[in-house]
């Protein structure tokens, strides 16, 4: 399994980015797929995550209306569009599995996280 995380940056508050995942090593369309990000001095906290056809996707309150997942099955990625982004927004951010195929709750559960990226890490400062 690898999952490969791009797109973080140093932006100022307001302003937008963009956050891509590649995934291989495993069917990626067999698994929801999650967006997970760490603050500084925090623990690591889920931001939001999608059904495996796309349908369904689940905000944490923190970002919801800020951010939206996104998912594409034929090029096996997974991207979060971050809009008017603040300085708590601050943190790593990873992308990560779902530990088992054909599975999806809108509660979520650290125990369904499977394998996670190296991070790309976002910076809000002005």
């Known amino acids: 399994v690898q999952l490969v995380e791009s797109g973080g940056g140093l932006v100022q508050p307001g302003e937008s980015l963009r956050l891509s995942c590649v995934a291989s090593?495993?069917?990626?369309?067999?698994?929801?797929m999650f967006w997970l990000r760490q603050r500084p001095g925090k623990g690591l906290e889920w931001v939001s995550y999608v059904h495996r056809y796309g349908r369904d996707k689940v905000y944490a309150d923190s970002v919801k209306g800020r951010f939206t997942i996104h998912r594409d099955n034929n090029n096996s990625t997974v991207d979060l569009q971050m809009t008017n982004l603040q300085p708590e927004d601050t943190a790593v951010y990873y992308c990560?599995?779902?530990?088992?195929?054909?599975?999806?709750?809108?509660?979520?559960?650290?125990?369904?996280?499977?394998?996670r990226g190296q991070g790309t890490q976002v910076v809000v400062s002005s």
């Open positions: 990560a599995k779902q530990r088992t195929s054909f599975t999806f709750s809108t509660r979520f559960s650290p125990a369904a996280l499977g394998a």
């Open positions: 090593g495993f069917t990626f369309e067999d698994y929801t």
